[in-house]
């Protein structure tokens, strides 16, 4: 009766007052003038036409074209990158040839028409304030990820290193501006301005990319990848320092009215350095926590990052150099940095930045290059940019005593140049003092030394391989029992360390177990990793030392982090990998199917296997697609864990229930060793009647006469049988049977290790 009256109410109302408006707006419509009715187009047209004329208007309208600028190019901007990661590139290549590709020397050149109607040239001003903000916000991060701790521990080598890769480098950009000067200069530009930004285009170093290499390349821990991070780091803050001078000399018109702008920005540092920077660090440890980052006070570091770029801009050195400076002086508190650059690394790196490469790529006309000349010149300066960076730093790496193998890998390392290079590129162009022909030549410089650095170091470890010790070759080569753990929760690594630690032999060294994290990543990293890796693993460690086993870890930053679990378990000499799950809320239903054709579309294996038919578009199998897809694709035994409240992992019950559960007893014999671990072992299927094998494994530790096993007679599995376990483990057939058939006894089992032989 109440839903009649709530019916009868809602259609009396909106009639009622539907027919007032009518009403209103018809006596409106006689107060029209007659000369305003004639000179109007719309009351003459048709209800079509009055629909297309505005339909146009919006589609062209500048907020709907910067719309589709974006759509378009972030949509590009991943398929690039996704085509340089599968054949092992940085992704920032990738973004970079997206840029280009949508620019005049691809799309421009062979579908003018869609090019114009994409970008047309009215919009590129509100493109580019848009891809500014992106960079600030980019440099901003750069300025945080610098740990200059890290640069004063290492700061002999580094510089020397570092210095003496931009003074080479630097002078034979000079040299080259000698030769090009007259020909490719553009007019009203001194040959000072010139030579100092050719110099220093060909000096600079591309510390993100650097950093993403020498994580993916598994070298952050060592010494080596510490230097060259250490380096790179000088080297950014050197060229900046070098970049801001040279732009101040270019915009004052010659060197000494220049030290005006110089003298300027030295009191901008110093105030930053000196005055601002005590008081954000008793801000940042006060507010060092996610709750205490609160609007105001993120408010205020924002305001921070705003008010040091427009000082930066309105002295003449560029608003990028104030941002830069503002993430350096942001409170060293690590938690602190680490909380900020999540709330500004995905905008920026994601979404703006690759506004920026799309932005460089439509000022980059390759189809100037249109004499053989000109690409000889192009090739003369990707050849000076090479040796002298390659050069000055190699030497330099075996002058303070590196070896040849890792001076030339250091030399490699810092030629790589990618989104750095862009950005001096893009303010060389700006303030005029590069030509299209020279900045065109310059980004494609920027893109073959990015894209050699990758195989250089495959050609390095193929001839100068690294020297391993006979004994870590020997215990590799007698490894027979080899577990990794993959986590995500530190305190789910943990739980999972305590059930591997009753499948090893502490005394034997071919038993060891490896802990692997994955961390979501783009391709800028932090350059200290090191207290987040001693955090994310102290769990893990702890739990480890308490149990007296031997533990290596090991942290790799992660695009795809399914991807690279298989990898590294197919990669490495593991005989099990062990992986935890959550009991997910979204299983089952059609949400979660909706989120697992998501990430199908992320993943180009599964992608492929539903083209080909291998897979199903949907999933319906007892896991989420994830965990389906890597137990589908691992080599090697996977234990699949999920945990309910494990406190202690002593107590373990294993069923069997088939005969194909005989994969189980190789586990059982570990098991069965450690003196700590009670075991019970039931056979409510009678399996054992019915498989000689798992008869004569029951008969072998009947055998022993261990009083810590117990053979479970009954053929129910009892809620307080089951309560009184800490781990089940059972096979994987076994497992998807008891969830397909919906047993009652699995809503009362214990923590669950689900073995996949």
Not at 90 to 116: C, D, H, N
Not at 121 to 133: A, D, E, I, K
Not at 425 to 437: A, C, M, Q, R, T
Not at 536 to 562: C, H, M, N, W, Y
């Amino acid at each position: 009766m109440k839903s009649i009256r709530n019916i009868l109410f809602y259609t009396i109302t909106i009639g009622a007052f539907s027919a007032l408006l009518y009403f209103f707006i018809r006596q409106g419509q006689t107060l029209e003038k007659a000369d305003l009715l004639a000179n109007n187009p719309a009351s003459t047209a048709s209800s079509w036409d009055q629909f297309t004329d505005t339909f146009s208007h919006n589609l062209t309208h500048p907020l709907a074209t910067l719309l589709l600028q974006i759509i378009t190019i972030i949509l590009v901007a991943r398929i690039f990158g996704w085509i340089c990661k599968s054949i092992g590139q940085p992704t920032v290549i990738g973004e970079i040839a997206a840029g280009i590709f949508l620019g005049p020397s691809l799309l421009g050149m062979y579908f003018p028409e869609f090019s114009t109607f994409l970008f047309p040239t009215q919009s590129l001003g509100n493109l580019q304030f848009l891809s500014q903000v992106g960079l600030i916000l980019f440099m901003f991060i750069i300025g945080m990820e610098l740990d200059l701790k890290v640069l004063k521990t290492k700061a002999q080598e580094a510089v020397v290193i570092s210095h003496a890769s931009i003074i080479l480098p630097f002078a034979l950009g000079v040299g080259l501006a000698f030769y090009l000067y007259q020909q490719f200069a553009p007019d009203g530009i001194s040959f000072l301005s010139f030579s100092l930004f050719i110099g220093i285009a060909l000096s600079v170093t591309a510390f993100p990319v650097l950093a993403r290499i020498v994580q993916e390349r598994g070298l952050s821990r060592t010494k080596l990848g510490m230097m060259v991070i250490t380096c790179a780091a000088t080297d950014d803050i050197t060229a900046w320092c070098i970049l801001a001078a040279v732009i101040a000399i270019v915009k004052a018109g010659d060197f000494v009215s220049s030290i005006y702008t110089i003298l300027l920005a030295a009191a901008y540092v110093l105030f930053m350095l000196k005055v601002l920077k005590p008081i954000l660090k008793r801000l940042g440890d006060h507010y060092s926590y996610r709750e205490g980052l609160t609007k105001p006070v993120v408010g205020l570091f924002f305001l921070v990052l705003i008010f040091s770029s427009y000082c930066t801009e309105v002295i003449g050195i560029h608003a990028l150099f104030g941002a830069f400076m503002a993430g350096v002086i942001m409170p060293a508190n690590q938690s602190f940095r680490n909380l900020f650059i999540e709330k500004v690394e995905d905008v920026s790196l994601v979404l703006l930045l690759p506004l920026f490469f799309v932005f460089t790529g439509l000022r980059t006309q390759i189809g100037l290059l249109n004499d053989p000349y000109l690409w000889q010149i192009t090739g003369l300066i990707i050849l000076l940019a090479t040796t002298g960076k390659f050069i000055g730093s190699a030497v330099a790496a075996r002058f303070v005593n590196q070896s040849w193998r890792d001076s030339l890998i250091i030399g490699s390392l810092m030629n790589t140049r990618g989104l750095m290079e862009l950005v001096v590129l893009n303010i060389g162009y700006d303030i005029g003092v590069l030509s299209p022909e020279i900045f065109a030549m310059m980004v494609i410089m920027a893109l073959a030394t990015t894209c050699m650095t990758g195989p250089a170091l495959d050609l390095i470890d193929r001839f100068l391989p690294e020297n391993k010790s006979e004994a870590l070759e020997t215990a590799i080569e007698e490894s027979r029992f080899s577990i990794l753990i993959a986590f995500a929760s530190p305190q789910g690594g943990r739980k999972m360390m305590r059930i591997a630690y009753h499948f090893i032999q502490k005394q034997l060294q071919s038993h060891h177990i490896t802990a692997l994290h994955l961390s979501p990543s783009s391709y800028l990293n932090q350059v200290n990793t090191e207290e987040y890796q001693r955090e994310t693993f102290r769990p893990i460690t702890e739990e480890a030392a308490s149990l007296g086993a031997t533990l290596a870890t090991v942290l790799k930053p992660s695009q795809d982090i399914e991807h690279d679990i298989i990898e590294t378990a197919n990669g490495g000499d593991y005989d099990m990998l062990m992986i935890g799950i959550g009991r997910n809320v979204f299983e089952g239903t059609f949400l979660g199917k909706i989120l697992g054709f998501t990430s199908r579309m992320i993943n180009r294996e599964r992608l492929f296997d539903t083209i080909t038919g291998k897979e199903k578009l949907f999933h319906s199998g007892v896991f989420d697609e994830r965990t389906t897809h890597i137990i589908k694709s691992v080599k090697i035994p996977v234990g699949i864990f999920i945990e309910n409240k494990l406190e202690r992992a002593d107590n373990i019950f294993v069923p069997i229930f088939s005969p194909d559960d005989k994969v189980l007893f190789q586990y059982v014999r570990k098991l069965v060793l450690h003196e700590n671990v009670k075991l019970t072992i039931m056979d409510p299927t009678n399996a054992a009647s019915q498989s000689p094998d798992i008869q004569a494994e029951l008969d072998a530790i009947n055998g022993l006469g261990n009083d810590r096993v117990t053979l479970y007679n009954e053929n129910v599995l009892e809620k307080d049988f089951l309560l009184e376990k800490d781990v089940m483990i059972i096979s994987l057939e076994s497992w998807k049977k008891a969830v397909e058939s919906h047993s009652l006894w699995l809503s009362h089992c214990p923590s669950v290790l689900i073995v996949r032989g």
